[in-house]
Nanobody
């Protein structure tokens, strides 16, 4: 099994920045791609960004492109999501997820990931 723990959420004003971190432990050699998803109240969980194991390829949802940056450090088993120019509509619980090499689901969908963290709340409000 793989355990994921997110940190770094909080309250920030519109236009501000936050950096989320995901720490992985356990059988991390089983996982490959790492992603961030988010879920706002009353809405479905949605894809935010993913990064391949090598870190050389990333992909973002259109709603965050140019504002968010995903990264990872495989030597530390951590992954980050740098969020800049935050908007009220970015308010949500943010989840870290890892995909195993055997998962054939869509890489930008919830079904494409096998391991999830407990989530961290991000609130953007003045």
């Amino acid at each position: 099994q793989v355990q994921l723990v997110e940190s770094g959420g909080g309250l920030v004003q519109p236009g501000g920045s936050l950096r989320l971190t995901c720490a992985a432990s356990g059988r991390t050699f089983l996982t490959y791609t790492m992603a961030w998803f988010r879920q706002a109240p009353g809405k479905e969980r949605e894809f935010v960004a993913y990064i391949m194991h090598s870190g050389t390829f990333t992909h973002y949802a259109d709603s965050v492109k140019g504002r968010f940056t995903i990264s990872r450090d495989n030597t530390k088993n951590t992954g980050d999501l740098q969020m800049n120019s935050l908007k009220p509509e970015d308010t949500a619980v943010y989840y870290c997820a890892h995909r195993s090499q055997y998962n054939l689901g869509r890489i930008d969908s919830v079904d494409g990931y096998d391991y999830w963290g407990q989530g961290t709340q991000v609130t953007v409000s003045s």
